[in-house]
């Protein structure tokens, strides 16, 4: 009956709206996947449209990816001025204004918001502003942001569905958007809150928890299910980052869950929040109060209200697009970017975006495929993560033998001239005679920088001897992964036997029944 009902609602819209145009592909949503597919489209001549409902660039530009890391910039450069340990001392007033700090933010979204439009424009892209549904399999109702214009629908031979994502709420938290916020919410904040408490130890999380933190302005309580933050992550790296939070005066909560949580109005008419939480371990709970609460759970798929269900794509139980290297089960409905069950990162939906244009019009024997096993990451916290590949306890889980070097930041000389000396280079590669390299993490500055490279080799399949020849330029963080590569070579600079604090490098020769690593540490 639902069935019957929605496809006699949808063939009512489409006697009542006329059909505008028809394209080879129309694309609903312009962040950084939807732009991406747009501008593939363009490469291969096809005729293609955009629709938009709220601003283009998505989260990669506006509350998210670039607005996030512009903050955690001017963070960071704000504590290095206020640093003394380099002995230079400046009039500074020790004060930021946080009304400065958003116009920076805008300055960046504005800057790349532009340019997305200005190339639109230029390419003669058509670009329609306002909600894009689907009515059937080639035909997209479009209801204009301009109130006073009529409803009309496109046709086309292909759609992708590029909506982005919005961030996960918790039910029953009486989220207002000034007092209890989201990530979306981070620009309504008129000045730095004397308090906050970040729920999640993700990636927003943590970043906003760094951000915050160095900045100085705010008392920063982080909490976090798990007992461990950014679980993803191996040990070693979880346990630098950690350090560096509570070293900064952060406070956080492990292995906790919230039991109660409301907005209160103080006596001078500000608000703040009361709330109660549980450590899972010890039942110890612990009442406090905090000026803003910013939860930080994930992002969930922006696919509802779109017409998916009216003619039957598939959704998983997280709600997200089932497909397979973008198309779903209806041959011309495609999904790209956080619609997907794919990582939820730019250059992911990027990456998508382009190969499911390619899939649709490429020659079969030129079709590429998707592969994420070598996709380069970075984590904006103190010190910053770079990875690409597999790390040591997604090996371990799978009980997959390997060869790791880590070489400590303070044996690089970039480092230590700029006195940042706070991180490390991994590289690891598989137990056999090949060494075939399976991952790299590095943390500290220039740490993106330092992985590209390695990121290609995973792709290829590339032996560690491929990088023996390599010769990093001085002096340079780059340094530390040369090292790496010597060091599993047996004719690295310094010595492991020598400076056993600063470099590790050890064999996981296989596993015993319990699933323990056999641990061999090579000096």
């Known amino acids: 009956?639902?069935?019957?009902?929605?496809?006699?609602?949808?063939?009512?819209?489409?006697?009542?709206?006329?059909?505008?145009?028809?394209?080879?592909?129309?694309?609903?949503?312009?962040?950084?996947?939807?732009?991406?597919?747009?501008?593939?489209?363009?490469?291969?001549?096809?005729?293609?449209?955009?629709?938009?409902?709220?601003r283009l660039g998505g989260a990669g530009v506006h509350n998210g990816a670039l607005s996030s890391k512009t903050m955690w910039e001017m963070s960071r450069d704000y504590r290095a001025l206020r640093s003394k340990n380099r002995g230079i001392c400046l009039p500074v007033d020790g004060t930021v204004d946080f009304k400065l700090v958003k116009q920076a933010v805008f300055r960046a979204q504005s800057m790349r918001e532009k340019q997305i439009q200005f190339q639109i424009e230029q390419l003669e892209i058509p670009l329609y502003w306002g909600k894009g549904s689907l009515l059937t399999t080639n035909k997209v109702l479009v209801e204009s942001k301009n109130k006073n214009e009529q409803p009309f629908i496109l046709e086309a031979e292909n759609t992708v569905i590029a909506t982005?994502?919005?961030?996960?709420?918790?039910?029953?938290l009486p989220f207002d958007g000034k007092t209890i916020l989201t990530s979306d919410d981070i620009m309504n904040l008129e000045k730095f809150p004397e308090s906050i408490l970040i729920i999640g130890g993700g990636v927003i999380g943590c970043e906003y928890a760094t951000i915050f933190s160095n900045f100085g302005y705010s008392k920063v309580f982080l909490m976090n299910r798990g007992n461990r933050i950014l679980p993803f992550e191996d040990?070693?790296?979880?346990?630098?980052?950690?350090?560096?939070?509570?070293?900064?005066?952060?406070?956080?909560?492990?292995?906790?869950?919230?039991?109660?949580?409301?907005?209160?109005?103080?006596?001078?008419?500000?608000?703040g929040?009361?709330?109660?939480?549980?450590n899972e371990i010890t039942k110890e709970r612990t009442k406090s109060y905090v000026e803003k609460v910013l939860v930080a759970l994930g992002r969930n798929p922006n696919v509802n209200g779109i017409g998916l269900d009216k003619i039957g794509v598939k959704l998983n139980p997280a709600g997200k697009l089932v497909e397979n290297m973008g198309q779903t089960n209806i041959q011309n409905i495609w999904g790209c970017g956080d619609t997907t069950a794919d990582i939820a990162l730019v250059n992911v939906g990027e990456l998508e975006g382009r190969v499911?244009?390619?899939?649709?019009?490429?020659?079969?024997?030129?079709?590429?495929?998707?592969?994420?096993?070598?996709?380069?990451?970075?984590?904006?916290?103190?010190?910053?993560?770079?990875?690409?590949?597999?790390?040591?306890?997604?090996?371990?889980?799978?009980?997959?033998?390997?060869?790791?070097?880590?070489?400590?930041?303070?044996?690089?000389?970039?480092?230590?001239?700029?006195?940042?000396?706070?991180?490390?280079?991994?590289?690891?590669?598989?137990?056999?005679?090949?060494?075939?390299?399976?991952?790299?993490?590095?943390?500290?500055?220039?740490?993106s920088s330092v992985i590209e490279i390695v990121s290609l080799m995973i792709r290829l399949g590339q032996p560690l001897r491929m990088l023996l020849d390599l010769t990093s330029a001085y002096p340079s963080i780059s340094e530390g992964l040369q090292e790496c590569v010597?060091?599993?070579?047996?004719?690295?600079?310094?010595?492991?036997?020598?400076?056993?604090?600063?470099?590790?490098?050890?064999?996981?020769?296989?596993?015993?029944?319990?699933?323990?690593?056999?641990?061999?540490?090579?000096?």
């Not at 492990?254 to 907005?263: A, K, L």
């Not at 015993?512 to 540490?521: F, H, L, Q, W």
């Open 273 to 278: 929040v009361e709330y109660v939480i549980e």
């Open 356 to 447: 499911i244009v390619e899939r649709m019009f490429a020659p079969r024997h030129e079709k590429p495929s998707i592969s994420l096993d070598y996709i380069s990451s970075i984590i904006f916290v103190d010190p910053i993560v770079a990875s690409s590949g597999k790390g040591e306890s997604a090996l371990q889980k799978s009980k997959i033998p390997y060869r790791v070097a880590v070489y400590s930041y303070e044996l690089v000389s970039r480092a230590i001239a700029k006195d940042d000396v706070d991180g490390f280079v991994k590289l690891i590669v598989s137990d056999d005679a090949d060494m075939r390299i399976l991952g790299i993490r590095a943390l500290g500055p220039h740490a």
């Open 1 to 54: 009956n639902n069935k019957n009902n929605n496809n006699n609602e949808n063939l009512e819209l489409i006697n009542k709206y006329p059909i505008k145009d028809k394209f080879d592909i129309c694309i609903i949503g312009c962040g950084p996947s939807g732009f991406a597919a747009a501008m593939r489209a363009w490469d291969y001549a096809k005729k293609v449209c955009i629709i938009e409902s709220n």
């Open 486 to 523: 010597r060091l599993l070579l047996g004719r690295s600079l310094f010595k492991p036997s020598v400076f056993k604090n600063l470099i590790r490098v050890s064999r996981i020769s296989g596993y015993s029944a319990d699933g323990t690593p056999n641990i061999v540490e090579c000096i």
């Open 235 to 271: 040990e070693d790296i979880t346990n630098l980052v950690t350090n560096k939070l509570l070293s900064k005066g952060a406070t956080i909560y492990f292995s906790s869950n919230i039991i109660s949580m409301q907005i209160v109005t103080n006596g001078d008419g500000s608000t």
């Open 164 to 172: 982005g994502s919005s961030p996960r709420l918790v039910p029953n």
